[in-house]
């Protein structure tokens, strides 16, 4: 199992991690996963998990090769090691080793307690060339929340907001004015659902439900997607008329007086400071098997989980134009790093991580 990459070896698996982007929505809690299929430098047949339930990378890929006896001639680029488990899917390694092929080649090992090294295993025990571990920032970057979930055993946090070109994340309003005040342009809504749909989760204070009465779905992504809205609303306030309580999607209510189960759930926390009720929603979250918890604000919401080092990602996303007054955004930490900088139709992108964590 050596680890003598050539160059050639890195453009294969950036275009298996680009592939496995596709998946990005679609897929999760599973992880995003590509398979390439390379006979003399050429990708000869590719595929990627689509879509949760369906079949995995390696499945895809081989099914698109006519003549088997070839494999024994290529090397198989995946990004995560092939599962050996019996799953809503058969073993993947079970299905490379019927036509063996020369080499694969793995960005990281599964930290899934079914997998953890058992696929490598079997497959070096038949006599394949494994190679482990090429890219594997990008790789684990791509798959942040389930390697969290499994290794850390906890839920992944990724922070999101919307600003102004001069930093405020909504206009000034007069007293009882309502209604969500768009900062940002089609682009950057379809790429948020997207990241809503990644996650199992969204988590909101009180006063952005007041405010702008919000869906919090996945509509301009994917209409049939289930996410639960988390809200934390100490004293009930929010009518039973606002969207999170009459539409069809489950919603949690976290307060200080009520617990019920249901589609509208109401969980009885500990309201006694802003941390706490950070820690116990997010080991509600990992008991309910929440691997990437998606927060959107706002600015108190966003202040405390801040303050108080509740983050793995943030994401900015800021606009071209300028209000001049309003409700001042939060300010990123210095422990912060800037990962990425992309543009998203007229707004731009700002994605950190935290220091080191790359
Ligand atoms: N641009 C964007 O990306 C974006 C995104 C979302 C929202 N917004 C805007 O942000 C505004 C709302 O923000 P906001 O700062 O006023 O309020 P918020 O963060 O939405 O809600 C704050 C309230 O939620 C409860 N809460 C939140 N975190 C808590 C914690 N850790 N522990 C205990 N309670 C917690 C508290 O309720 P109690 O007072 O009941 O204790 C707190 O007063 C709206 O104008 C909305 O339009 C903008």
Redesign the pocket.
């Known amino acids: 199992m050596s680890n003598n990459f050539t160059k050639q070896d890195f453009y294969f698996m950036e275009q298996c991690l680009l592939l496995a982007k596709k998946g990005i929505g679609h897929v999760e809690p599973n992880p995003r996963v590509a398979c390439l299929v390379v006979h003399q430098a050429e990708i000869i047949a590719s595929g990627y998990h689509s879509k949760f339930g369906a079949p995995h990378a390696e499945v895809e890929a081989l099914r698109n090769i006519t003549d088997p006896s070839i494999l024994q001639a290529c090397t198989l680029y995946v990004n995560l090691e092939p599962c050996s488990h019996h799953g809503k899917t058969p073993p993947c390694v079970d299905l490379i080793l019927q036509n063996p092929p020369k080499r694969v080649v793995i960005a990281q090992s599964d930290p899934f307690d079914l997998v953890q090294g058992k696929g490598i295993e079997k497959l070096l025990a038949h006599g394949v060339q494994v190679d482990v571990g090429i890219c594997e920032k990008d790789s684990h970057q791509l798959n942040a929340p389930f390697f969290t979930f499994h290794q850390e055993k906890r839920t992944y946090l990724r922070l999101?907001?919307?600003?102004t070109a001069d930093g405020f994340?909504?206009k000034l309003?007069h007293a009882n004015e309502k209604g969500?005040?768009g900062?940002t342009g089609k682009t950057s809504q379809h790429w948020t659902h997207q990241q809503r749909a990644s996650a199992q989760a969204i988590l909101?204070?009180?006063?952005?439900v007041l405010?702008?009465n919000p869906k919090l779905d996945a509509r301009f992504f994917d209409e049939h997607k289930k996410i639960v809205r988390y809200v934390?609303?100490?004293?009930l306030?929010i009518p039973s008329h606002y969207q999170i309580y009459s539409d069809d999607l489950p919603t949690v209510i976290f307060n200080a007086h009520h617990a019920e189960k249901g589609l509208k759930s109401k969980v009885k926390l500990d309201?006694s400071n802003?941390k706490i009720?950070?820690d116990q929603i997010s080991a509600y979250a990992y008991a309910e098997g929440v691997q990437s918890l998606w927060v959107?604000?706002?600015?108190?919401?966003?202040g405390?989980c801040l303050a108080h080092d509740y983050w793995d990602e943030i994401h900015v996303l800021r606009a071209p134009q300028k209000i001049g007054q309003g409700?001042t955004?939060p300010a990123v930490p210095t422990s912060a790093q800037l990962h990425k900088k992309s543009p998203l139709g007229e707004d731009t992108l700002y994605t950190y991580v935290r220091e080191n964590a790359l």
């Open positions: 999101k907001w919307a600003q994340m909504d309003r969500a005040f900062i909101v204070g009180k006063n952005t405010v702008d934390i609303d100490k004293n306030e309201f802003a009720v950070l959107e604000g706002g600015a108190f919401l966003l405390e409700l955004a």
